[in-house]
């Protein structure tokens, strides 16, 4: 079964810093996989996805996330934070019949002044 | 505003009563999904309705039941509720699967008391 790994449920970097949130996935086929953003008492907002074109990605708001099929991984980040950038983010897999969306724990991203 | 619109946003009811959570999904998307978002679950898939039709079912106790109707609005079920149902009920949607990614809609949050 599809499945994905955030290592860190909390994350915390200063303003100006990379930001590096990690995600591991698990996938008997080739994996369908997205960053979502949600922000204190909101719904969550698709940052970029990743179905199989260029291995790098480009999201909204400076986002980027790199797979990477050897590590598994599909690592979210951003050259400088923003204090806008504050959330939780999650890391997604398609499923094998590429219907629902299996999430990580999550990520809450804080940042400090 | 996403697209996708969740009534109501907040709800406050008993145990053992049993409550109606509704979704209309973005214009053209067919496939509706539930998701419910507790502090201990993190984010788990309840059901997948495509075009009328449950489509994947995750782990939605059967006190719980959805339906899609001829409109595609879906309505989602709670009964005989319990304390540990309170969380946070999101419906999301897409085109077809969930392929590219879903558009979520900003949540109902259930409080039993």
């Known amino acids: 079964a599809q499945s994905v790994t955030q290592l860190g449920s909390h994350v915390s970097v200063s303003e100006g810093a990379l930001v590096l949130l990690r995600c591991n996935y698990s996938?008997?086929?080739?994996?369908?996989l997205f960053w979502y953003v949600q922000y204190p008492n909101q719904g969550l907002q698709l940052l970029l996805k990743?179905?199989?074109?260029?291995?790098l990605v480009k999201g909204i708001n400076g986002f980027e996330a790199e797979f990477k099929k050897s590590e598994t991984s599909f690592h979210l980040t951003k050259p400088s934070a923003h204090m806008s950038d504050a959330a939780e983010y999650f890391c997604a897999v398609s499923d094998s019949g590429a219907q629902k969306l299996v999430f990580g724990q999550g990520t809450r991203l804080t940042i400090n002044p | 505003d996403s697209g996708v619109t969740q009534t109501p946003k907040h709800l406050i009811t008993a145990t053992g009563q049993r409550v109606t959570l509704r979704c209309s999904p973005r214009?053209?998307?067919?496939?509706v999904y539930w998701y419910q978002q507790s502090l201990d679950q993190g984010l788990q898939f309840l059901i997948q309705y495509y075009n009328g039709e449950e489509r994947a079912k995750g782990n939605i106790l059967e006190r719980f039941s959805a339906q899609q109707f001829p409109d595609l609005h879906s309505e989602l079920n709670l009964s005989s509720l319990e304390l540990g149902d309170s969380a946070l009920y999101f419906c999301a949607s897409s085109p077809v699967g969930g392929r590219r990614g879903y558009t979520f809609g900003s949540g109902t949050r259930l409080t039993v008391v």
């Open positions: 996938s008997s086929v080739p994996p369908y």
């Open positions: 990743y179905t199989s074109a260029a291995t």
């Open positions: 214009s053209g998307d067919l496939s």
